[in-house]
């Protein structure tokens, strides 16, 4: 049978489609086949995540802990250091060298020696009768003809009313002076001129003052109820103040 033009271009077109078709359907095949160049994106771990993987290792009893980078805690290193607060105030040491030492007669814990002291009206007292209810603070002082010593007298004088007569009086200390050797008339004079207000008594002929020391005034002593020396010194500065009052404070219990 002879083939015609037509039918034999026919074929080829049919031949042709069948083959197309098969191509494209073994291509979308290979291309399915074929492994994703695309990478899966890393996912952030957040802070809520982090403290659940550390609660479920802790839960698990594993002892590692991944290395997930943490957040410094700023908080720990602005806390305030925690203060020492300082020590409790003592009594000031009595610092002598060893001539003025020599002469003392009584030293820190020895009992004050009792006298019989002359009054402003000429009667006569016991001195270990005039001491405070829970302190004393004695001071013994000398004229001795010299304006400066009067001077420097009647500014201790001072001191000890305003620091220690007057604001301890109702709290059991008491001020008490003596004056050693010199007239009690022209002396009480003075002390009236100034304004001193604190018991003061004589000793005209240092009797008492030879137990109690063998040269230099003033001095200045604290005593407790009984005459115990709790402290003294050996002359009146801005020092012997300063220490005075730092002793009435720790006695008194006082910061």
Excluded at 141 to 168: C, F, I, K, T
Aim: aromatic share 8%; hydrophobic share 40%.
């Amino acid at each position: 049978m002879a083939w015609s033009p037509l039918r034999i271009i026919g074929v080829l077109l049919t031949f042709g489609s069948f083959t197309l078709l098969f191509g494209c359907q073994e291509s979308s095949q290979a291309d399915k086949s074929k492994p994703s160049s695309t990478r899966p994106v890393a996912k952030s771990v957040t802070q809520p995540e982090v403290a659940k993987a550390e609660t479920n290792l802790a839960k698990s009893g594993d002892e590692e802990i991944p290395n997930i980078p943490r957040k410094a805690d700023k908080s720990l290193s602005k806390r305030p250091k925690p203060k020492t607060p300082p020590p409790p105030p003592t009594i000031p040491n009595v610092g002598l060298s060893d001539s003025l030492r020599a002469t003392c007669l009584v030293n820190v814990g020895d009992i004050m020696p009792d006298a019989e002291l002359l009054a402003a009206d000429g009667g006569k007292v016991s001195l270990e009768s005039q001491y405070g209810e829970k302190y004393t603070v004695l001071f013994l002082w000398s004229e001795g003809g010299s304006n400066y010593a009067r001077l420097a007298a009647d500014s201790a004088l001072s001191d000890l009313q305003n620091d220690v007569a007057v604001p301890y009086a109702a709290k059991g200390i008491k001020v008490i002076g003596i004056n050693e050797g010199d007239k009690p008339r022209s002396v009480q004079q003075e002390l009236q001129k100034i304004g001193i207000k604190v018991p003061c008594f004589f000793d005209p002929d240092n009797a008492f003052f030879a137990k109690v020391a063998k040269t230099i005034l003033p001095r200045v002593y604290l005593l407790d109820a009984s005459g115990k020396i709790i402290w003294f010194d050996t002359e009146y500065t801005q020092s012997t103040r300063r220490n005075l009052m730092m002793a009435v404070h720790v006695v008194m219990g006082e910061k």
